[in-house]
């Protein structure tokens, strides 16, 4: 699987492309073409807000035409909000990332400037139109958030789960034994205490209190500092009732 290649049309503000860079490698895409920025390349003020993006991970290429941009590439989406008065395919950022992630080749994305989007002249070359669900009434995407938003979508679909520093836990899990000594303890302060009334109904009740503690799946620390709660609540009654009985 080939990663896509995202394509900034005309780009005006060099803040845009920083922050597109940004969010690229965030997302592990690498592959950045410029056409014809406004401002030229390279630009100071793209390296600033990539914030180590450029030119360490994201890596740029710059073309005179679009035609040159996507020489390449065998796959390509033109991302825009409008309709176009053109015979193209409409796809949603699902399909389309559905479509890249299948083909053998180099896909590209085209993305428009911030004064005007795409040109129909760079629509005409693209396999298929890419919109995204915008509001009808307020349509009108940051160039950075349009590519963000592809980006993300891209690294999802490439996900098997959550990363990985979240998916490791440091935390033991309890043992039934641990686990069922909790519960016994609980159980035993609550009779103290007249919860379980009447008598008959103390089978079901500690079943579904039961339920509810082999739901939470419990970690050692957790029932040792719960089974401390227990206890730090049945010798503060024991004092209230001292004190009352006093």
Known sequence: MIPPAFILVVPQLGENIGAAARVMANFGLTDLRLVAPRDGWPNPTAETMSAGALPDVVTVSVFERVEDAIADCAL?????????????????????????????????????????????????????????????????????????LLAHGYAEASASGPPPGFMESKEVPATREELVGMMEHFEEELARAGFFYPDAKRAPMAQNLRNAFTRAGWTAQEVSTFRGAIKALAVGRGKARIKRED
């Open 76 to 148: 390509v989406f033109a991302t825009t909000a409008r309709p176009r008065e053109m015979e193209k395919p409409v796809v949603g950022a699902s399909e389309a990332i559905t479509r890249i992630r299948k083909t053998p080749a180099r896909a590209a994305v085209l993305f428009g400037g911030e004064r005007a989007g795409l040109p129909n002249e760079a629509v005409a070359l693209a396999d298929a139109i890419l919109s995204y669900p915008v509001n009808r009434t307020f349509a009108s995407l940051n160039l950075a958030q349009a590519v963000a």
